[in-house]
């Protein structure tokens, strides 16, 4: 029993006494069980050896098993709706360029938007401008645009492109930009106190594009939404999370790194994950985020958090039911932990869901735009979202302990100190508290 009481007492005490920090020799000690036990990449062991970058302190950063809290400072402290919600939502931004996108550079000004082409079809026009802006002019990026007949302002959607024909047909106007999340472009160099990588650099991007749609009178510049799909799609919901100008985002199939959280995926999860998507993607996310690799409960930020950054304004996921790189009770997690917020903020309606029969690819662009007509609008009809798991654990274990078929393992009344009504330690005494002892004497 003393035995007992002074294991109790250890444990207590390891968890109210802050940890010791790690020091630069631990720090130094899992880079280099990283670079041993990992898969190797040669991108990310040149990085940390140029840079001598080491992971961060683990013990200092809160643990979540199961996703970060929306409505807890990362500090612990607690949000006050809607008071606190600016400052909470600049703290997430800022760890979400910390430790997964980079960091982002300000926006610069558009220094010209070129006329390239013009051509005309059957009721529509295509318009292509290349974009100039940056240091000396030296960044550019093509748009390509496409407007329904007559004079608008039309809705529009970045990065459907492929879906301009639907579109065109009812009445949006389509956009489509230039780049690739998989290549290697000139912003690290032209912007050298930055580290954002690929998707963090195609997000930002998008900003200059809408920048150049809020030059036009045929673009309503309430109902700028974006889409895209897959390594897309996770791009989308980034450039939505930071660019406030738009109003709604379908997020196609992201897998990790967008609305699918890297804790509760990964290779254990039936999908994308730390390890992997940093291994056989390096140029996607800063390299930083590798040393999360194993640790992803410690990571302060995840996909629940960057849905959150879009609330209020409207959110899609989308997503095959048998996606290869998703996980599906994983991207309900997200729904139900960002729908929180949403509901906070006053615009539940705002968050929906479409799970689709397929796998990676499933999906359908006239239920997409059916939602987006609903969120501009642009149609009275009604969103349902249906989930493939439509049970809460936290809300079936309060039902629980309310019907006694759940032992509650402290009865303190509040204002009395929990630690006075002591748990019970063994098994046997679990049995008898929750009546299986009895159950099992009757088989």
């Not at 940890?19 to 899992?30: G, I, K, S």
């Not at 249906?386 to 019907?403: C, G, K, M, V, Y």
Request: proline share 8%; net charge neutral; aromatic share 10%.
């Amino acid at each position: 029993m003393r035995n007992n009481a002074l294991t109790t007492l250890a444990a207590l005490l390891a968890v109210s006494s802050p940890a010791f920090p790690l020091t630069e020799e631990q720090r130094q000690a899992h880079v280099s069980w990283m670079l041993t036990t990992l898969p190797e990449v040669p991108t990310w062991a040149a990085w940390q050896k140029k840079t001598g970058a080491l992971p961060p302190d683990f013990d200092s950063l809160p643990s979540a098993n199961f996703l970060p809290d929306p409505f807890k400072f990362h500090d612990g402290r607690l949000v006050t709706m809607p008071a606190d919600w600016s400052a909470r939502r600049a703290e997430i931004k800022q760890l979400y360029q910390k430790h997964i996108v980079g960091s982002l550079p300000p926006k610069p000004k558009l220094d010209r938007i070129v006329p390239v082409e013009e051509t005309k079809g059957n009721g529509y026009v295509t318009r292509v401008v290349r974009l100039e802006y940056g240091p000396e002019s030296k960044i550019t990026t093509q748009v390509t645009l496409t407007l329904p007949a007559g004079g608008g302002p039309f809705p529009i959607l970045i990065g459907g492109g492929s879906w301009s024909a639907s579109l065109i047909r009812r009445g949006y106007a389509a956009c489509a930009f230039s780049g690739s999340v998989d290549q290697v472009s000139n912003l690290p160099q032209l912007f050298p106190g930055f580290d954002f990588a690929t998707m963090g650099q195609r997000a930002w991007t998008v900003q200059l594009v809408v920048d150049y749609l809020l030059t036009l009178r045929a673009i309503d510049p309430a109902r700028i939404a974006i889409t895209g799909y897959s390594r897309e799609g996770k791009m989308a919901a980034i450039a939505a999370a930071f660019d406030e100008r738009i109003a709604a985002v379908v997020a196609g199939s992201t897998g990790g790194g967008g609305v699918l959280p890297w804790r509760l995926s990964g290779e254990r999860g039936m999908g994308e994950g730390v390890e992997s998507t940093t291994r056989m993607f390096p140029l996607w996310f800063a390299p930083q985020l590798r040393f999360f690799a194993g640790r992803e409960d410690r990571l302060p930020v995840d996909a629940n958090l960057l849905v959150a950054l879009v609330a209020p304004r409207a959110l899609l996921m989308n997503y095959g039911l048998n996606d290869e790189v998703s996980n599906v009770w994983a991207n309900e997690q997200t729904y139900r932990s960002a729908l929180k917020v949403y509901a906070a903020l006053g615009q539940p309606g705002r968050f929906g869901v479409m799970g689709l029969p397929g796998f990676h690819g499933a999906n359908d662009v006239e239920l997409s735009l059916d939602w987006l007509d609903i969120q501009l609008g642009r149609s009275p009809r009604p969103w349902r979202n249906d989930l493939l798991f439509p049970w809460d654990f936290a809300e079936w274990r309060q039902n629980q302990s309310r019907t006694g078929i759940l032992p509650v393992i402290s009865s303190s009344p509040p204002g009395q100190d929990a630690r006075a009504t002591p748990a019970p330690i063994s098994l046997a005494e679990l049995e008898q508290s929750s009546g299986l002892s009895t159950i099992a004497a009757r088989r």
